[in-house]
Each structure stands twice: as C-alpha cells, then as structure tokens.
C-alpha cells in the first residue's frame, strides 16, 4: 500500500500510536532501529532524525558518523498488539532509507545497494525483478534461565501434523501477525527436520521482498519468544539432519509480462531467461559468500541434505543449483537453491539480480540442463557436463568474492570491503578456535 506523510500521520493519530521505530539494517543482516515518542512524528517523516552510524556494523568511520533516517512511507505499519504491549502506547513502524546529512544516499546502505541494481534493471526496459524467497527455520526449546539450546521441541517431519508437529500454534499466531502488518500467507508447514518449519510468502518486486523478508525474519522471532521458544535462521544448527535453506524464486517482468515465457521456446524458457540463469551460473562463485555468509553456511552446503552442491541448472531436478519448477506463464520463474535464510536480504538479491543482468548484457547461454541426479554422477561424468563445485567454506566463498568483478561492482566499494573484512575476521576467529569435535578426537589419543 503507497501512503502519504498526512495519511500516516493520521493513521498515527487514530490508532492511538504513542511510538514509531524507525528501522535499519546493517551489512551483516541485523535490523537495527531507532524510536521516537509521539511530539517527534513529523520529524521523523521528514527525514530528518540523526543516528550515529559509527556504531553500526560496516557503515562509516567515527570521523564521519551523523547519518540520516529517510522513511520509505510504503513500509509503514503497525505493529499487532501480540508484537508490543498496547497499555504502554501502540507502536509503528517504518523502514528507512540511509543518507548523510546533505541528503546524498549513503553508499554502505543495504537498501541503496539494491535499489542501485534495480535501477540499472530499468534502464535496460525492464520493470522490476520478483522474488519469492522460502525461508525455513528451527524451533527450539530455551532453558530454565531462557537462554536457546538445541533441542527441537518436536519429531516431526514434512508436512505433519498436530500432535506430531507441536509448531502449530506458533505458526499460527505468527502468520496472524504477518498477515496483520501487511503480508499475504499462501502456505504453512513442518518441514523435513525435528523441528524445522517454513512460512511462505507471496512474491513482491525485489526491494519489497527484501523488506518483507527482515521484516519476517523479525517476526518469527518475536513470536516464539512468546511461546517460549527460540526461532532461529542459522543454517546447520544440528549435525546429521537437514539445514535450513532459502530458495528463492525469481523473474523478470517487461511491459507486465513475464519476460522469462515463451510458449515456442525449448523448455518454454525465453532467451531473456537463459542469458539470466547463466548469469547465475557465471557468478555462483562470486556472489555464495553473500548468499551464505556464515561460517556455519557451508555446512548445510554439502550433499545428501538436500542442498545444492554444484553449480549446475535443471527444468526438474532438484539437486542441481537453480531449477525450474513447472509452472509457466505469468508464474515462469528460476529457483535460485543455494541462498540460506542468515543472509542480508538486500545484499542477496542485489547480488542475484547483478549476476542475471550480467547474463543478459553479455548475451551468456547456459550449458544444456541436467536432468540426471547430480549427486549420483561419477566425477568424470560432472566434467563432462562442466558442472563445477560450489566453495566449500567461507574462505573458499571470500576467495571467489574477491575476484569476481561483477559481484564487487554491485556491492559498490564500501560494503565489498567492509563485508569481507569482517567476514574474514570470523574465518580467522573460526579458524583458531579449538572445536569439542577435536578434544573428542585426539585427546585422548595423543
């Protein structure tokens, strides 16, 4: 929904709205927020509350550090009264855009990284990229003292019900709230691990999926605290069971039609569709250290767990990194497999829709598709196919990073080098810590 400044103030007034967060998110993913009372309304719509951006994670130096909050008016909502206590004042929301004080967008902005690639896809005559992410998450017990563990609060598996699956209820209050501040639920469910679920969303253009998406992941959050539990976004939190994934479905629209169709094609894929999938292809490499940002990443990204491996495309199969499902039409999309849910949304997207826009600049056609279940082939037949391995670790991933040019370029100077000076950083903290999985092997032993 599009509103005005007089619309929102007025929403505020009617709803008895005694406080508005206005939110950020910084280069690693977490939302962060500022709030202001009820006599800084005005203000705050017009852009003009201060923070200081030297305490957020890869935004600028203390020399430099005033930075300006522009609310996107579309993202204003309410938040439910499950969210916060309404006897204290209700409360809002807006998510804002970053600038330095003479207006000038701030460089090191997620949201201005995406927004810069969706720009450029407009001006090659496209009206925007949708994208249809699938986050899964675990449920988990907290101790006595509140603090998370690891034990699943259920057995269930894919698509059961009460009372093996014991998620129901929070599921149900979390979907009550999205659906209260805006979103469209098509689906709920158990997923294949104890303990692991999924909400699915309706797709949106790019940057209101990546708002939507933070906004989600919030939510989830806020709402099993209610019930007791932990909701957690880490990929691989357990050994031996199935991590948690984000595919993304993605496609491009040109003059409202579906730019990836055509019903005379092979496969009914457009060649505006190829050149877009070998773009992702092209870029696997370059962009895995966005898309799966933590060390912990890697972990879900090896086979027998459902997650891609190779970098390989398939109208069918699901072992390969991008599918295409059935579908076609206005819903012909390519289901990107490999991205998992503790990425920066902004950043993942920006980067999907960079590696695509490549593709297409380039003319870039992929190699035939795989039909065949590509963990089952041997490594010669992979050769053959010239199906390369996605990096197997983080170093792997921020070594492919720094030489892919493109992916550099689309991050712009200031993220690109904060982001993969911290992420080295948490290699390097990784790397040097001495893991139980040691003490249990050598102790002993030497």
């Not at 006897?87 to 927004?115: H, M, N, Q, T, W």
């Not at 005379?264 to 092209?282: N, Y």
């Amino acid at each position: 929904m599009e509103y005005t400044k007089a619309e929102i103030l007025k929403e505020l007034k009617a709803k008895n709205v005694k406080f508005l967060r206005l939110q950020i998110i910084d280069i690693l993913g977490v939302v962060k927020n500022v709030e202001v009372p009820e006599s800084q309304f005005e203000k705050a719509l017009d852009g003009e509350i201060m923070f200081d951006g030297s305490s957020i994670e890869g935004f600028t130096r203390i020399e430099e550090s005033d930075m300006l909050l522009k609310p996107d008016y579309n993202t204003f909502a309410i938040l439910p009264d499950a969210l916060e206590d309404p006897s204290r004042g209700r409360v809002a929301r807006l998510i804002c855009d970053v600038a330095y004080p003479d207006g000038r967008p701030f460089e090191g902005d997620p949201r201005y990284v995406l927004k810069r690639q969706v720009e450029r896809l407009k001006k090659l005559g496209f009206d925007n990229m949708y994208a249809g992410p699938e986050a899964e998450f675990f449920l988990f017990l907290r101790s006595p003292d509140g603090l998370p563990t690891v034990e699943t609060h259920d057995k269930a598996g894919y698509f059961d019900l009460a009372p093996l699956d014991k998620g129901e209820e929070a599921r149900r209050d979390m979907v009550n709230v999205l659906v209260a501040m805006g979103f469209e639920i098509e689906a709920d469910h158990h997923e294949v691990a104890p303990g692991q679920h999924e909400i699915d969303f309706k797709y949106a253009d790019a940057l209101r999926t990546a708002d939507n998406l933070s906004t989600f992941k919030w939510v989830v959050k806020r709402v099993a605290l209610n019930h007791g539990l932990h909701a957690t976004f880490m990929p691989k939190p357990i050994a031996g069971i199935n991590g948690s994934g984000m595919h993304t479905h993605l496609s491009l629209f040109k003059k409202g039609e579906n730019a990836f169709f055509d019903p005379k094609a092979e496969h009914q894929l457009s060649k505006t569709a190829l050149h877009f999938i070998a773009g992702l292809l092209e870029h696997a490499d370059g962009m895995v250290a966005i898309t799966n940002p933590l060390v912990n990443s890697y972990k879900r990204l090896t086979p027998g767990y459902e997650a891609p491996t190779n970098i390989a495309w398939s109208a069918s199969n699901r072992s390969a990194m991008i599918r295409i499902p059935a579908r076609r039409g206005v819903g012909t999309r390519a289901e990107l497999r490999m991205p998992d849910p503790s990425a920066n949304p902004y950043l993942a997207l920006a980067v999907m829709l960079a590696a695509g826009l490549d593709g297409i600049e380039k003319g870039l056609l992929p190699p035939p598709p795989i039909q065949r279940n590509i963990y089952k082939m041997t490594v010669r037949e992979r050769r053959k196919h010239k199906i390369r391995e996605l990096p197997g670790t983080l170093r792997e991933a921020l070594e492919a990073l720094r030489k892919d040019k493109v992916i550099q370029e689309a991050l712009g100077d200031h993220v690109y080098t904060h982001f993969v000076q911290a992420k080295q950083i948490e290699w390097d903290e990784y790397r040097v810590t001495v893991h139980q999985w040691e003490l249990d092997r050598y102790l002993a032993t030497y």
